[in-house]
């Protein structure tokens, strides 16, 4: 969901486009486990006047697919994530969005068919399920935002740490605080506050940001070279990590551990 929703919210801040078809059969995986949306044939530039294409398969699409006067925006794709989402876990045809305005279908609450799925995840989908889009979790951003982890206790006093677990500079460590601030790693100290030296290192090679809120690390790949988190391949993209996660640099023995700790 996260790499999909980030790469969706991009094209509609950046041109205003909205899917219209977003659904299990659309999403290939490739060799690497990228997640690959395909199908932009229905898709609507929200910023231009066009006739309204009414389209959207059963299950996934809103209600305002099914008209040609009501708006449609990043509302619409966020309710067809969701759905995706929930077939994904639960192995389930959400019900129709027209029958259920009708009376004539329920779509259970997900954790209510899968018992192990957290509240604040059921939750998050069934709002962004919402049949009325004013109602409805406004953008596939907030749809994302409401999937992570509920503040914990103490939350306000965690930063996060980047560790060297492994390589020439193995125990070394850098603090990354929930600021607002976005930190850069690679090789260059003019560029960069967390500094490897390899060369196999872009001068910048990726960058993070921590949110206390879950313990979430906000990254983007920026690298030629590529990096790989928990053995999966990254290149240029967007992605999230937790603590635990291991980062590791292609043609290095470079090592990197996300950590989370409570700063006194």
Not at 68 to 87: E, H, I, N
Not at 250 to 262: A, M, S
Request: proline content about 3%.
């Amino acid at each position: 969901m996260i790499q999909l929703g980030t790469t969706l919210q991009e094209i509609y801040d950046r041109e205003g486009l909205i899917h219209m078809d977003i659904s299990p059969e659309n999403i290939m995986v490739d060799r690497r486990g990228n997640y690959i949306l395909i199908d932009f044939g229905n898709a609507k530039n929200t910023r231009v006047k066009q006739q309204v294409q009414i389209v959207g398969k059963r299950g996934y699409a809103p209600p305002e697919q099914y008209s040609d006067t009501m708006s449609q925006g990043s509302f619409t794709d966020a309710f067809s994530l969701a759905s995706t989402f929930y077939f994904l876990v639960s192995g389930k045809t959400p019900s129709n969005a027209m029958e259920r305005m009708k009376g004539k279908a329920v779509c259970r609450p997900l954790n209510q068919v899968v018992n192990s799925v957290p509240q604040f995840v059921s939750d998050a989908v069934e709002h962004a399920m919402e049949l009325d889009y004013k109602k409805r979790t406004q953008s596939i951003r907030d749809f994302l935002f409401e999937l992570r982890p509920p503040v914990r206790h103490g939350a306000g006093n965690e930063v996060g740490v980047i560790r060297v677990v492994s390589g020439g500079q193995a125990g070394q460590k850098w603090i990354v605080r929930d600021d607002g601030c976005t930190y850069y790693v690679g090789r260059d100290e003019t560029e960069c506050s967390i500094v490897l030296h390899y060369e196999w290192i872009s001068r910048r090679h990726f960058s993070i940001r921590f949110d206390s809120v879950g313990g979430i690390f906000r990254c983007e790949e920026l690298s030629q070279n590529g990096t790989y988190m928990d053995g999966k391949y990254l290149n240029r993209q967007e992605f999230w990590a937790t603590a635990g996660c291991t980062l590791q640099f292609p043609e290095t023995d470079c090592v990197l551990r996300l950590e989370v700790e409570n700063e006194e």
